[in-house]
């Protein structure tokens, strides 16, 4: 039996970093096509629109933590051009495999860049942006790291930062394993979705972890299908 009182610390299978660029591209697509059915990325994007308004800037800068193969960055900048709203974004990875099919999928957007960093040894003035995004990448690590990927989060990002990630629910695993047998073609997605639920989120844990960030202010909320978006703001002088 599965214990869904406590994270997995399991490695997905996906963050080997032998694992050859066109493997990796499938399952990154697998992944990706899977994200957006469920709704994922439009998550994401709801709730820059409600970090943006009435800020009324004449532009926005968006760093992508842990970007994959951009696809979260294309829907943004797409949804950006859609409302004429100009958006120079970052995606950040550390995985050259993976920020190659980025750059080749992106090449007709010219709003984002990508790099190779260790987002960990960033100062802040090095990559501050308005808006830090993370998407299914923090159910990545263990709960002793976490905590300083939140602090440096909230050191790069002058709005805030938004966390879209997985909740821990046996019922949400039942589910994937019938999604994953229709809808994705690779065995490592298809284990690593798996994996990936096991090391998601509770709740209460969500809210542990804002504890530690008081200069924030935080908005965490269960959405459809079975995750968590988490807003964090920087708080404005009254």
Same mark, same amino acid.
């Given at each position: 039996? &599965?214990?869904?009182?406590k994270r997995c610390a399991d490695t997905e299978l996906m963050d080997d970093l032998s694992l050859n660029k066109s493997h990796l591209k499938q399952i990154l697509f697998d992944i990706d096509s899977a994200n957006r059915f469920l709704n994922g990325n439009n998550l994401t994007i709801q709730a820059i629109h409600e970090l943006i308004k009435g800020l009324n800037q004449k532009s926005y800068t968006i760093l992508d933590m842990g970007c994959g193969n951009g696809s979260m960055l294309r829907s943004v900048v797409l949804w950006a051009r859609k409302h004429s709203i100009l958006f120079e974004c970052t995606g950040v990875d550390l995985n050259e495999k993976s920020l190659a099919i980025a750059r080749e999928a992106s090449s007709d957007f010219p709003e984002i860049r990508y790099i190779k960093q260790? &987002? !960990?040894?960033? %100062?802040?003035?090095?990559l501050p942006c308005d808006i830090l995004l993370c998407t299914l990448t923090v159910?990545?690590?263990?709960?002793? %790291?976490?905590?300083?990927? !939140? #602090?440096q989060f909230s050191k790069l @990002?002058?709005?805030?930062?938004i966390i879209n990630d997985l909740q821990? @629910?046996? !019922?949400?695993? %039942?589910?994937? #394993?019938?999604?994953s047998a229709i809808f994705m073609r690779t065995d490592i997605a298809k284990k690593d979705g798996l994996t990936s639920i096991q090391s998601g989120f509770k709740k209460e844990e969500l809210k542990s972890f804002s504890e530690k960030i008081p200069e924030m202010e935080h908005d965490i909320a269960w959405k459809w299908a079975f995750r968590y978006v988490w807003v964090a703001q %920087? #708080?404005?002088?009254i």
């Open positions: 039996m &599965i214990d869904f009182n260790d &987002i !960990l040894e960033l %100062q802040p003035d090095e159910h990545h690590f263990n709960n002793e %790291q976490i905590p300083q990927f !939140l #602090k @990002s002058r709005i805030g930062f821990r @629910s046996p !019922l949400a695993y %039942q589910l994937f #394993k019938v999604f %920087q #708080k404005r002088p």
